[in-house]
């Protein structure tokens, strides 16, 4: 075990402890954003490791959403019971729709991608019998409680039970996919990122890579929906636009594509960031664009390329890849 | 027994026959050259053979199975390996990380081991990476492993390329020019370490354009020139072939 | 015959070439630099304030302030550039979210400064003009011969000038361009100008018709996108095409489908043609 492991070790019991410091609504709802967009990100990162870049991230979470709100309103389903469903029912459609188009390259897998998330956004917004139209759909209710035996139940209505549920979810998705990275898989994927041809005749079957990287987004897409739509008890198609799903990509480069850690550090400098900014009020906004601009002038390779660097003046040289050239 | 056998072969780009009806077999254990001027089509014939390219017409037996129109991981599976003539490598990844790579066909770890980080899956890494030291040792790239595979020397690289090819402990392996860019010394360690591959039982077809090497190293060579086979037979045939003399425009003395 | 048909029709093609000089500064701007620009939309918009400015509290004459604001925009082009653009080249993932920051400045800071109001002014010449039944304002008479001169202009420019030539060769292949001597920074500076004075051009001819408010730039990019991709990156033909095709698309589909289907079907042609024919209609093989 590494370093890496008791700092991490620390960060978990750090979150664990958070509610127990504040119990400020407020607080826990900018973490709990936070951590839906880091698992957003999180999956996001392991498609374009695959040298794909969707652009319907928001539309898997919007699938995630409207099916658990419907099961759960319509059908009287317990949320425990729809939240799967959601993340299946919008991995079903990933394959579905990952199957034809992520044998297209670049820019054009892109825009079928963007074409297939406003497609979807357009049926949440046409079909107002099942969807609810423009005006969405309101009063969804928290997850089920918990029975504990001898303890009572955990409710959700309040935001310190669905900060540790977030987390707990969260943690899961990360270990899941840093198992995924750091094995013969996460290998492929690298492989077919760094050269596809020679991938290829290495035996990696590049288009089940690519499938399967999707699918497992759409998966996390559409549970981290299931969970915004009982969270926010409110979801309509302005939620899971095209803009959202840009907003992933952002968070992606800002933090530094390529790394686990730079997606979830970009997700919580980009949500943290509103917030500070919301002093400079009027400015707020175009001082979040600013924001966008300088970083990426001034660390093009994002912020843990920045921590990278950094961390590099401080540690022992071998034993580790280096990017110096035998015999310099 | 033959291992490989390429009858009718042929290929068309739009109106360009690359290849046409090309026959050949490669007996196990042989060394198998593939000369021709160039764009005479041995690139491409390499890319009928791993799939990468579709024929458009004839059959490639391995192992008396028809493999023709797999998809070229599937060829893989099957016990080619190649190598390119670019520097074809994972550039941003290490050496050793290269060679790892190359081991995804060997390696049986599957969601479940992976997930769950079984025994299983920690003594499938253990082994890959030990593989893999021992395969860098072999090449001749001990202690270079932890440099990027782009910031390797060139003849470094045409190492590496062998190296992932060898990963999936391959039954016949394609080289595609493994001594180009090379000065006279490399090009001897890089003779002698095909050597010593075809010693450990893996058959070899080898495109070159050195001389020396093909000469040196092959049992039996296939000539071809605009798609098409000019000739085949021993380097001593070839050698004195006037025809192949003639395709390589008089150049006599490379065959001195 | 049908004079609604016809009309739809007529309709559909001034609509087409509206979209269309946007498609074609994005094409530009692309192929030549790789960079797909969220801003573009905002260069559009700021166009179309230039103009509404210039119109309304100077006085200007409607083609002079088209032709103003096409230069001042072509000029902060040039500036965004070299500014931007120029040191994140290469990275297509950067250059992407760094437009998108851009974008977001220069949205909020007209939102800021302007208010979010939709403005209107007029070209200047009121009026209908009655052709074979049909009604065609003067307005979009103009919006359309203006749009046909500029990519007139812009297809000789391209296909008949030196500069334009050098423009073709650094799209192909910038390395090979570069060796011969053709000077890739100016290029791509040029282009860049020329793709923001035609955004600028779209924007001063669609507002008078559209309006003016800081946030009509994000549509027509959408539209831009869906024309690009359906006539093929980096070719006037294919946008030209694409443009007309997704105008008369939109303009029947108004007229005889309901509004959220009439999108959704653009949507479903785009996805379909790049998953059958992803280059597009006229687009090279890269």
Known sequence: MSKKFFYLMGLLLFSLCIPLITKDPYHLHILITTMFHIILALGLNFVMNTAQIPLCQAAFMGIGAYTSTLLVMRLHFSFWLSLPMAGILATILGIIVGLPTLRIKGIYFAMATF??????????????????????????????????????????????????FTLIVLTLCLVVIYRITYSRVGRACTAIRESDLL??????????????????????????????????????????????????????VMGGSGTLGGPIIGSIFLTFLPEFLRMAVEFQVVLYGLALILVLLFMPQGIMGLIVKVGNRFSKPGGEKTNATPGS | MQLLEVSGLSKNFGGLRAVHDLDFQVQVGDILGLVGPNGAGKTTVFNLITGVYLPNAGKILFRSEDISGLKPHRVARKGIARTFQLTTLYSNCSALENVVIGHHLKMQTGLRSILLRTPFFWSEEKKAKENALQLMEFIGLSGQENFLAKNLPHGHQQRLKIAIALSSAPQLLLLDEPVSGMNPEETNEMMALIGKIRANGITIIMIEHDMRAVMGLCDRIVVINYGEKLAEGVPQQIQENPEVIEAYLGRKDDFA | MDPIFFQTCINGFILGSLYLLVALGLTLIFSIMGVINFAHGEIFMLGGFATFFLREYYGVNFFFSLALAMGILAAFGVLIERMIFRPLRGEALNLLVISLGLSIVLQNLALIFWGPEEQSYLMGFQGVVHVFGMVLSKERLVSFAISAVLVVALYLFIGRTKTGKALQAVAQDSEAAALQGININQINALTFGIGCALAAAAGSTMGPIFLVSPFMGMMPVVKAFIIIMLGGLGSVVGAVAGGLILGIAESFGATYLGATFQNMIGFILLMSLLIFKPLGLFGYHE
């Open chain 1, 115 to 164: 074409a297939f998330g406003e497609i979807i956004r357009l049926l949440f917004v046409g079909w107002t019998g099942l969807f609810g139209g423009a005006n969405g759909i309101t009063a969804i209710p928290p997850p089920n409680p918990i029975p504990l035996p001898f303890l009572g139940q955990i409710e959700f209505e309040n935001k310190v039970s669905y900060y540790y």
């Open chain 1, 199 to 252: 991938a290829q005749c290495t035996g990696i079957d590049i288009m089940g890579y690519k499938v399967f990287a999707f699918a497992l987004n759409s998966f996390f897409a559409g549970i981290v929906g299931a969970m915004y739509a009982h969270y926010f008890h409110f979801i309509g198609p302005q939620d899971f636009t095209f803009w959202q799903s840009v907003e992933y990509l952002v968070f992606i």
